[in-house]
């Protein structure tokens, strides 16, 4: 299934692309500066001509797995094993799901705890445990998909969230039930103030690098979602509206991870079919790069491969790559290990790709660190990486060396 017959036989081909692209990255890059009164280090970052930063997301479904257990020896163990592992292959950053559908794998004042925690403080495990490692931890959550209709309605306990959904008026105010599940209403100024509360709790209380949300901004554009709050908005434009409305809760939850900490990032993960973001999610990308005030980090999800016939892989993160962006932003595209030896269902005629060249990984992890622009590469996600055959491995572990 993963080629592994096919990889040893053009390995010493790639040794020697490596070998190219390793001295295009030793070559002297020139270094933006940066805002007055902020240095490269309070970023969590590296100058261009130092090692680029390696990074992996954790999903919540892998979280869950690792924390199966009722006993904590056993999931600090297997927690142990994996981040040992990640080490080994080069990886020193860590984006990790500690809240997907508005529930936390940790005690929270705002949240309910997931059932899937099993009784544990994920986040107190994982803190300790990559810090042993030399792996920088960054909490991961989904600021506005909540949880289906039943489930919310399941939720017990004295929660911010919970008490919002029992009170007829604060669910009207601050929630949406669309399609079944629930979401936050983005235009809702306090849905912006309970997340920069609950990314204040997370950087007090566990003083991660850095929080890290995803793509899951507005769940559709049909009008009816926020029809009557926008009608009362007085604005001509619903689009613009919308737009808006995220940016501020993002210029919202930039503002809480630096008020907590001044050595902490806050990143931003959108799709990787850049027009799309703003027009079917509402995320205005292009003004998050290049104005100060809403991320620290971008890492658009570049999960195409060469042949994609909507997002051919090259031309795509050239597109990325070219964007103005304010001093302190950063770019690191983000990578699809999870779709090694398998097809790619939206590729068009590009689907067997994944399938056919069991180096695509490996070139494009080689394209991303030779370029200026990037300042490392993430990968979706951890255990795909460590599930990749030996020599995969070993190949992707000398190109991020």
Same mark, same amino acid.
């Given at each position: 299934?993963?080629?592994?017959? $096919?990889?040893?036989?053009?390995?010493?081909?790639?040794?020697?692309?490596?070998?190219?692209?390793?001295?295009?990255?030793?070559?002297?890059?020139?270094?933006?500066?940066?805002?007055?009164?902020?240095?490269?280090?309070?970023?969590?970052?590296?100058?261009?001509?130092?090692?680029?930063?390696?990074?992996?997301?954790?999903?919540?479904?892998?979280?869950?797995?690792?924390?199966?257990?009722?006993?904590?020896?056993? @999931?600090?163990?297997?927690?142990?094993? @994996?981040?040992?592992?990640?080490? %080994?292959?080069?990886?020193?950053?860590?984006?990790?799901?500690?809240? %997907?559908?508005?529930?936390?794998?940790?005690?929270?004042?705002?949240?309910?705890?997931?059932?899937?925690?099993?009784?544990?403080?994920?986040?107190?495990?994982?803190?300790?445990?990559?810090?042993?490692?030399?792996?920088?931890?960054?909490?991961?959550?989904? &600021?506005?998909?909540?949880?289906?209709? $039943?489930?919310?309605?399941?939720?017990?306990?004295?929660?911010?969230?919970? #008490?919002?959904?029992?009170?007829?008026?604060?669910?009207?105010?601050?929630?949406?039930?669309?399609?079944?599940?629930?979401?936050?209403?983005?235009?809702?100024? %306090?849905?912006?103030?309970?997340?920069?509360?609950?990314?204040?709790?997370?950087?007090?209380?566990?003083?991660?690098?850095?929080?890290?949300?995803?793509?899951?901004?507005? &769940?559709?554009?049909? #009008?009816?979602?926020?029809?009557?709050?926008?009608?009362?908005?007085?604005?001509?434009?619903?689009?613009?509206?919308?737009?808006?409305?995220?940016?501020?809760?993002?210029?919202?939850?930039?503002?809480?991870?630096?008020?907590?900490?001044?050595?902490?990032?806050?990143?931003?993960?959108?799709?990787?079919?850049?027009?799309?973001?703003?027009? $079917?999610?509402?995320?205005?990308?292009?003004?998050?790069?290049?104005?100060?005030?809403?991320?620290?980090?971008?890492?658009?999800?570049?999960?195409?491969?060469?042949?994609?016939?909507?997002?051919?892989?090259?031309?795509? %993160?050239?597109?990325?790559?070219?964007?103005?962006?304010?001093?302190?932003?950063?770019?690191?595209?983000?990578?699809?290990?999870? $779709?090694?030896?398998?097809?790619?269902?939206?590729?068009?005629?590009?689907?067997?790709?994944?399938?056919?060249?069991?180096?695509?990984?490996?070139?494009? @992890?080689?394209?991303?660190?030779?370029?200026?622009?990037?300042?490392?590469?993430?990968?979706?996600?951890?255990?795909?990486?460590?599930?990749?055959?030996?020599?995969?491995?070993?190949?992707?572990?000398?190109?991020?060396?």
């Amino acid at each position: 299934m993963h080629h592994a017959g $096919k990889l040893s036989a053009i390995f010493l081909t790639m040794l020697l692309l490596l070998t190219a692209c390793t001295a295009f990255r030793t070559q002297q890059q020139p270094v933006k500066s940066l805002p007055r009164g902020q240095t490269l280090s309070q970023l969590h970052l590296e100058q261009n001509t130092e090692p680029k930063r390696i990074c992996a997301w954790l999903p919540y479904f892998s979280v869950a797995a690792l924390f199966d257990s009722p006993d904590e020896t056993v @999931c600090r163990k297997r927690v142990s094993r @994996c981040l040992e592992a990640a080490s %080994a292959l080069g990886i020193d950053t860590l984006f990790v799901h500690v809240c %997907a559908f508005g529930e936390s794998f940790y005690p929270s004042l705002y949240y309910p705890t997931a059932s899937e925690a099993n009784g544990h403080d994920v986040m107190e495990i994982l803190t300790l445990e990559c810090a042993r490692c030399g792996i920088a931890l960054h909490a991961w959550i989904n &600021p506005l998909r909540l949880q289906t209709e $039943k489930l919310m309605t399941e939720h017990t306990g004295d929660a911010r969230l919970c #008490a919002w959904f029992r009170s007829e008026q604060t669910r009207a105010e601050n929630l949406t039930l669309w399609d079944g599940r629930y979401y936050f209403s983005p235009s809702s100024a %306090a849905v912006w103030d309970f997340l920069a509360g609950a990314v204040t709790e997370l950087m007090t209380r566990y003083r991660p690098a850095g929080v890290h949300i995803d793509d899951y901004f507005y &769940p559709t554009q049909d #009008a009816a979602f926020d029809a009557e709050v926008f009608r009362r908005s007085g604005q001509p434009d619903l689009a613009a509206w919308r737009t808006e409305r995220i940016s501020a809760m993002v210029r919202r939850m930039y503002r809480a991870v630096h008020e907590a900490s001044q050595t902490a990032v806050f990143s931003i993960s959108p799709q990787g079919n850049l027009p799309l973001n703003r027009k $079917k999610l509402y995320a205005d990308v292009e003004t998050w790069c290049a104005e100060e005030g809403y991320c620290d980090l971008m890492l658009p999800q570049l999960y195409f491969g060469y042949q994609n016939e909507l997002c051919p892989f090259t031309e795509t %993160a050239a597109a990325w790559g070219s964007l103005p962006r304010a001093a302190s932003v950063r770019m690191i595209p983000g990578l699809a290990a999870y $779709k090694y030896g398998e097809p790619d269902r939206y590729a068009g005629s590009g689907e067997g790709e994944w399938q056919d060249d069991p180096n695509l990984l490996l070139r494009e @992890c080689m394209q991303v660190l030779a370029n200026p622009e990037f300042a490392g590469l993430s990968l979706y996600h951890l255990d795909s990486v460590l599930a990749l055959p030996e020599t995969a491995q070993s190949a992707l572990l000398a190109a991020v060396r």
